[in-house]
Each structure stands twice: as structure tokens, then as C-alpha cells.
């Protein structure tokens, strides 16, 4: 990468973040944000190629920034590198990021107020999706002020098999300091690790996929991703009164053969005496047998409502159960939403 002519406006600073979240239901993760300043007395050295092609120690991901900027080793850490220009005024932070189910499903609003907590002045311009290479991401573009200096800020939040996020912070802003960054990020890759970690699916707009890409579902607008292990996920609602649990493990032969007086032991067994089971019913679900059930029960006084498709499919049986009370049950339709489900 060529290297850029800077003018001399004064001392740059990375941007110090506490970040707000966004709720218990959509929180942007805090780690993807430039988290600390440079100081006047930083101690600094060069750490790159003559090309500026900088690798992180673990060789997880691989990015070319100018060469002629230099490490701040007061700032860099195990999982992060900071660079800065000759002269202080511009900086880019490297980051691997713990991994986001939600990344490239968050939304402009919900980016937007979590930045804006955590600045004196915040100004969100750009937040779109992108794609470089083979890794799909999120660009930010905005103005803020911390500690009474103010900043133009391009972050690229990249969703690989980890996550990642390279961040130019400048005090003197400019179209070339964009393309900069536009120019620094379309050299992102993410590299091959030796032994790979299988890592979280993703859910991209409202479509979730399986983390080892064995089927898709679409959620209601506003779901997120709550939790998820090697054999389960659950979903929850942008108010937090209703989730989704999709389960799977070894094929069961005789789902299609038990009566619905097995399925109402099995609920009572684990909800309560209460349960009791009010559709029991042979269905289809995207051209496959599948067994469809309701559920009614109380749990701490509220009167709750389960409903769930049971179907078998290359030796896994998948279980696709919503949960709500039954007062808000309605507000979505679970049955578009398991229609949906979609075997890859």
C-alpha cells in the first residue's frame, strides 16, 4: 500500500470506549470498538513487512495498513494491535473479536445507540454491509468526540469463521483517509488455521444459518440469537416475551409411531402437572413428515403456550418448539416461521 501525505494537526488519539449495551436482547458486542488513546509519550516501533502486510500472532488473519506506520506497544496486547502515522493523526486498531451470532444481523438504530452512549458527541453516516473476499461484514463510518477532541471513524467488523475488526480513527478526517481505510480492508483475509474451531453460526438480516450449514430458518424482525451449544439454539423476541429452541441429535425411528399420551407424559415430566397437550396432529414441513404438537401449562403463575414440529431427517431428529404466553402468542405467526425451516 502506498504510503499517504499527512498534514500535522497535532497529537491523534484512539477512541476510549465504556460501551453501553443495547439491551438483553440485541447487544452490540463491546470488544468491536477501539477501547484506548494514545499518549504524547507512547512508546512506539516498527512491527511490519516493507509492504506494511501485517499477520497476527496467533496467524489467524492478515490485513496490509501503510508502511509507514508504527506499533503502539503501550497499546497493543494479546488480542489486539494499535498503529499509528509518522505524525500522531491517524491510528488503526486490529482486533479478533469473541465470535457474534448477530454481528451481520444488528441494525443501524441498534449500532447507533450503542455508539452514541459512549461518546460526548457522536454522528452515525454510513452502516452497510460488505464483503471482501469471501468474508461478509458491517461498515461504519462516523464523527464523535471523546474528551473534548473530534474524530472521523471507519470500523470494518468482519464475520468469519472468527470474528474481527480493523478500525482508522483520525483527527483530521478527509477523503483520503477514507479511502485509506477502504483501500487497507479490501486486503482483509482471514487465514487457515491449523486446527479449526467450529464457530457459531450466523444470522445475516433475519436469516439464520447452521454453524455447520445443515439448514436455515427465517426469524420474525427484531429476534436474536440468545444462546446456542453443539445440539441446540434458541432465539428470543425483540421483547424478550416469547423465544424459539431448536434442538437435534441422533434420529429417533419411532417419532411418527408414539401417541399423543407419550408426548403428554414427556411435558408433564418437564413442565409440570399442568401441561396438557391440545393439538396432536400428523403435518408437512417443507415436504416432510413431520409430528406438530401444542402445549398449554403455568410456570410461576403465567399461562404459557409451547408449540412444536418433530420431524426426522439424514439420521437427526429436529425439534423446533416457541414458547410465549399465551396472551402474546399471537403476535407471531410461528407457523410462516417454521415453514421456513429449511434442510440444507
Known amino acids: 500500500m ?5 498534514a500535522a494537526v497535532g497529537l491523534a488519539a484512539l477512541l476510549s470506549v465504556a460501551l453501553s449495551g443495547c439491551g438483553t436482547t440485541a447487544s ?13 509519550e507512547a512508546t512506539v516501533t516498527p512491527s511490519l513487512s516493507p509492504q506494511g502486510v501485517y499477520t497476527d500472532k496467533n496467524k489467524s488473519f492478515q490485513v496490509t495498513i501503510p508502511d509507514d506506520y508504527i506499533e503502539d506497544t503501550t497499546l497493543s496486547n494479546q488480542g489486539r494491535t494499535v498503529f499509528r502515522s509518522p505524525n500522531g ?5 486490529l482486533k479478533k473479536l469473541n ?35 469471501e468474508t461478509n461484514g458491517v461498515y461504519l463510518q462516523f464523527t464523535c468526540k471523546q474528551q473534548g477532541k473530534p474524530y472521523t471513524v471507519a470500523q470494518y467488523v468482519m464475520a468469519g469463521d472468527s470474528d474481527y475488526s480493523v478500525t482508522y480513527a483520525s483527527v483530521d478526517g478527509g477523503a483520503d483517509f477514507l479511502s485509506l481505510a477502504q483501500e487497507s480492508i479490501q486486503t482483509f483475509r482471514e487465514l487457515n488455521p491449523e486446527q479449526p474451531v467450529p464457530q457459531a453460526g450466523r444470522l445475516i438480516g433475519t436469516t439464520y444459518t447452521d454453524t455447520e450449514d445443515r439448514f436455515t430458518i427465517t426469524l420474525p424482525s427484531g429476534w436474536k440469537v ?5 445440539d441446540s439454539l434458541l432465539f428470543r423476541s425483540g421483547d424478550n416475551k416469547s423465544n424459539l429452541n431448536i434442538q437435534w441429535g441422533q434420529s429417533d425411528k419411532q417419532l411418527l409411531r408414539y401417541q399423543k399420551s407419550y408426548f403428554t407424559q414427556s411435558f408433564q415430566e418437564s413442565l409440570g402437572k399442568s401441561a396438557k397437550v391440545t393439538v396432536f396432529q400428523t403435518a408437512t414441513l417443507n415436504g416432510i413428515i413431520a ?42 405467526k410461528f407457523n ?8 440444507r
Open 291 to 332: 409430528r406438530y404438537l401444542e402445549c398449554t401449562y403455568t410456570r410461576n403463575g403465567k399461562s404459557l403456550i409451547s408449540k412444536q414440529y418433530l420431524l426426522n431427517s439424514d439420521n437427526i431428529t429436529y425439534r423446533i418448539t416457541f414458547t410465549s404466553t399465551t396472551a402474546n402468542a399471537g403476535k407471531t
Open 2 to 6: 502506498k504510503r499517504v501525505s499527512l
Open 99 to 133: 465470535p457474534d451470532s448477530n454481528l451481520l444481523a444488528y441494525s443501524r438504530s441498534e449500532f447507533s445507540k450503542a455508539y452514541r452512549d459512549s461518546f460526548e458527541e457522536f454522528q452515525l453516516q454510513q452502516c452497510r454491509p460488505v464483503t471482501v473476499g
Open 28 to 40: 452490540v458486542p463491546a470488544d468491536a470498538l477501539p477501547s484506548a488513546p494514545v499518549s504524547e
Open 226 to 230: 440468545s444462546s446456542q451449544t453443539k
Open 336 to 343: 410462516t416461521v417454521a415453514d421456513s425451516f429449511t434442510l
Open 89 to 93: 493523526t491517524r491510528s488503526v486498531e
